[in-house]
């Protein structure tokens, strides 16, 4: 099976570049895309419905063409769920929850948490909710995944330039102690399983210093999985030549 996790930085706008076309070319089972930037009634058939696939959407209630999540799958999922159980969670629409037979996926758009002070604390808060929601689900099913942009760089070298963003929100000492804590929580980083100590491979740049063509990015894009299922995972992917966002798609093969 294979799950494949991509920002597209706006679903109507990989449409019109012919990079939401292209993503299903990579045959995924699965597909996450995260920040869609669109409310259902904003698409056509084509995006609700591709062949051979059932869509489910997360959009933003409180700002039109701000975030939002979408899950394409082969398979129906017995059950899905909006949000994270934390008060006013899915007023954003960041969260995808799917219950398949053999495992549960959870498709995320984290908060960025720039700005003013207070996106950063409900940034932070969002991580603590996040975590005691997955943890509730692993007393459902032990078989865990979840994925998306995390808007976190978890090491230094995971981050093309670790000491000019020490003090930058996507780096901060608090939001990467999170990571660590999800480490501890017995979940792994599956690109880190299979490429420990690799530099150089990101998931997001920069397009207004057009940091992609100097590769100065930052890996914020994840796939985590809880202990029982990482026996399962063949592979890991990051599609680095894969256009169309200032993101680029990951993907694991179960």
């Known amino acids: 099976m294979r799950?494949?996790?991509?920002?597209?930085?706006?679903?109507?706008?990989?449409?019109?570049?012919?990079?939401?076309?292209?993503?299903f070319k990579l045959k995924p089972d699965i597909l996450c895309l995260q920040e869609t930037k669109a409310e259902v009634s904003q698409l056509t058939k084509e995006i609700l419905e591709?062949?051979?696939?059932?869509?489910?959407?997360?959009s933003s209630k409180i700002k039109k063409g701000y975030s939002g999540v979408a899950v394409y799958a082969k398979e129906k999922p017995k059950k899905v769920f909006y949000g994270i159980e934390m008060p006013g969670d899915d007023?954003?629409?960041?969260?995808?929850?799917?219950?398949?037979?053999?495992?549960?996926?959870?498709?995320?758009?984290?908060?960025?948490?720039?700005?003013?002070?207070?996106?950063?604390?409900?940034?932070?808060e969002f991580y603590d909710f996040f975590l005691k929601y997955v943890n509730k689900l692993k007393k459902i099913n032990k078989n865990i995944i979840f994925t998306g942009d995390l808007n976190v760089a978890h090491t230094e070298i995971d981050i093309a330039r670790p000491k000019e963003n020490e003090?930058?929100?996507?780096?901060?000492?608090?939001?990467r102690a999170w990571v660590d804590e999800v480490v501890t929580e017995g979940y792994t980083d599956v690109f880190r399983h299979f490429y420990p100590n690799k530099k150089d491979v990101y998931t997001y740049w920069d397009q207004k210093t057009r940091a992609r063509e100097r590769n100065v990015g930052w890996r914020i894009?994840?796939?985590?999985?809880?202990?029982?299922?990482?026996?399962?995972?063949?592979?890991?992917?990051?599609?680095?030549?894969f256009m169309g966002s200032d993101h680029c798609p990951i993907e694991i093969n179960l």
């Open 167 to 175: 003090k930058h929100v996507g780096f901060l000492p608090e939001e």
């Open 221 to 241: 894009d994840y796939f985590f999985v809880s202990p029982t299922l990482l026996p399962k995972i063949k592979n890991f992917k990051t599609h680095s030549d």
């Open 91 to 124: 007023d954003e629409g960041r969260t995808i929850t799917l219950h398949f037979k053999d495992f549960i996926l959870i498709n995320c758009y984290f908060p960025n948490g720039g700005g003013p002070k207070e996106r950063l604390q409900y940034k932070l």
């Open 3 to 23: 799950i494949i996790s991509w920002n597209i930085n706006g679903i109507r706008a990989g449409v019109k570049k012919g990079s939401f076309d292209a993503i």
């Open 50 to 58: 591709p062949a051979g696939y059932t869509s489910f959407f997360s």
